[in-house]
């Protein structure tokens, strides 16, 4: 069965600093990985897609994410943390198709960026 | 484009009562609705699929007597959780799925997320 594994529930930065967030993947085919941010009481909003056409993708706000195959890897990356970063991260994959596919979150990161 | 929405955004309810919470399609016809459940600091997890015409697909453990689904229309999917029960109080959320590759742009598979209902049982 597919499974995303995020390291660290919560992680601090100092604004301006580098954003890192880690998500490992367990696939036995290519996987779509996806990372979501969530603000308080709010639903969810994409930031990024792997769907095969690159390994490194380019998303909103300036994040993006780099698929390792070698490290089964999916890690978020921003060079520089801004305040408006606060709010938690979801990587997860997708199994199947269409309108029987079945989207497996992680257990979430929380990133505080400090002044 | 791709917009979901969800009402109530919040709803407070007795112990045994029944809450119905729609999830709507606003700008798109979404073949498919998926219902999430939140529990406080934890991830999401995936209740019930349902496509429309068909009836929902629960996940195990789901209990679907309990947590019925109707995909109404192309554009409505409600939830309702029948006699609600505190350990019912969590953040529903709901996603939809376009049914047509390159319909208005979307891609076939993408999931949009609604904001979200904060369901608390007294």
């Known amino acids: 069965a597919q499974s995303v594994t995020q390291l660290g529930s919560h992680v601090s930065v100092s604004e301006g600093a580098l954003v890192l967030l880690r998500c490992n993947y367990s696939s036995s085919v290519p996987p779509y990985l996806f990372w979501y941010v969530q603000y308080p009481n709010q639903g969810l909003q994409l930031l990024l897609k792997y769907t095969s056409a690159a390994t490194l993708v380019k998303g909103i706000n300036g994040f993006e994410a780099e698929f390792k195959k070698s490290e089964t890897s999916f890690h978020l990356t921003k060079p520089s943390a801004h305040m408006s970063d606060a709010a938690e991260y979801f990587c997860?994959?997708?199994?199947?198709?269409?309108?029987?596919?079945?989207?497996?979150f992680g257990t979430g990161t929380k990133l505080q960026v400090i002044p | 484009g791709a917009v979901v929405s969800q009402h109530p955004s919040w709803v407070i309810c007795k112990s045994g009562t029944s809450v119905k919470i729609e999830c709507r399609s606003l700008?798109?016809?979404?073949?498919?609705m998926f219902w999430y459940r939140q529990f406080p600091k934890q991830s999401l997890m995936l209740m019930a699929t349902?496509?429309?015409?068909?009836?929902?697909?629960?996940e195990q453990g789901v209990e679907k007597d309990k947590f019925l689904i109707n995909h109404a229309s192309l554009t409505l999917s409600t939830l309702t959780v029948t006699s609600a029960h505190p350990e019912d109080s969590s953040f529903y959320i709901c996603?939809?799925?376009?049914?047509?590759?390159?319909?208005?742009?979307?891609?076939?598979?993408?999931?949009?997320f609604g904001p979200g209902t904060r369901l608390t049982v007294l």
């Open positions: 349902s496509n429309e015409g068909s009836k929902a697909t629960y």
């Open positions: 996603s939809a799925r376009g049914g047509q590759p390159g319909l208005a742009g979307l891609s076939y598979n993408e999931q949009f």
């Open positions: 997860a994959v997708r199994v199947g198709s269409g309108g029987y596919q079945k989207v497996t």
């Open positions: 700008d798109f016809q979404a073949t498919t």
